[in-house]
């Protein structure tokens, strides 16, 4: 079958496609393989090969006919889980220096995709936004416990306001007031949540 020779290949050119997944808007699953895009644009649609496809053609699926997706890069599974009406706004930096302000995304097509960094009962995912103005983008990561909102963390004082957020971990809070955890570190923060929670608090 063609594309058993295809993911070699495209391992020798930067790995840009990746055996992977797609399970669909109805639950149906397929298997094959996903040609990598943009951070940003990997939010919106993916461009998925399926196993028994006739041509390296990618179809292009948007975030309307997704649930989720997955692909296998190296040592890790990527997976990425359709979001859907909870995203219904996203802070936007206006400029340099300039504080956020929020948008519909009826107005800013930003794609409800996100790739799960961490799951259990707090899950962390990653967002992509772009930059008015400009072709920039940056991340935020967003937490979420069970399925409650979704809260950026972007702009937060990280200390004050990671310490409050996993407040009922008593330990955990006054590490992170103490500095222990940059904010690089708060998938590894949601970890420790996580194992804290799930062995009876």
């Known amino acids: 079958?063609?594309?058993?020779?295809?993911?070699?290949?495209?391992?020798?050119?930067?790995?840009?496609?990746?055996?992977?997944?797609?399970?669909?808007?109805?639950?149906?699953?397929?298997?094959?393989?996903v040609r990598l895009t943009s951070d940003f644009e990997q939010q919106q649609f993916v461009k998925f090969i399926p196993l028994d496809a006739p041509t390296a053609k990618p179809l292009r699926l948007t975030d309307a006919e997704v649930l989720a997706?997955?692909?296998?890069?190296?040592?890790?599974?990527?997976?990425?889980?359709?979001?859907?009406?909870?995203l219904s706004s996203a802070p936007v930096v206006l400029a340099a220096g300039q504080r956020a302000a929020l948008f519909p995304i009826s107005r800013l097509r930003l794609g409800s995709l996100l790739k799960v960094l961490?799951?259990?009962?707090?899950?962390?995912?990653?967002?992509?936004?772009?930059?008015?103005?400009?072709?920039?983008?940056?991340?935020?990561?967003?937490?979420?416990?069970?399925?409650?909102?979704?809260?950026?963390?972007?702009?937060?004082?990280?200390r004050p306001r990671a310490a409050e957020y996993f407040a009922d971990c008593p330990a955990l809070a006054d590490d992170l007031r103490a500095g222990r955890y940059p904010p690089r570190a708060l998938p590894q923060v949601v970890r420790r949540y996580n194992a804290w929670y799930g062995h009876g608090r």
Do not use: I, K
């Open 69 to 86: 997706y997955g692909y296998v890069r190296g040592p890790d599974t990527v997976r990425y889980r359709n979001c859907g009406p909870e």
């Open 118 to 158: 961490q799951a259990g009962r707090v899950q962390v995912y990653e967002q992509y936004m772009p930059v008015r103005g400009g072709n920039s983008f940056f991340r935020d990561v967003l937490l979420r416990t069970g399925t409650g909102s979704f809260v950026g963390t972007y702009w937060w004082n990280f």
């Open 1 to 33: 079958m063609w594309l058993a020779g295809l993911l070699p290949v495209a391992a020798a050119r930067a790995q840009r496609v990746c055996p992977g997944y797609v399970v669909l808007a109805n639950g149906d699953s397929l298997r094959g393989a």
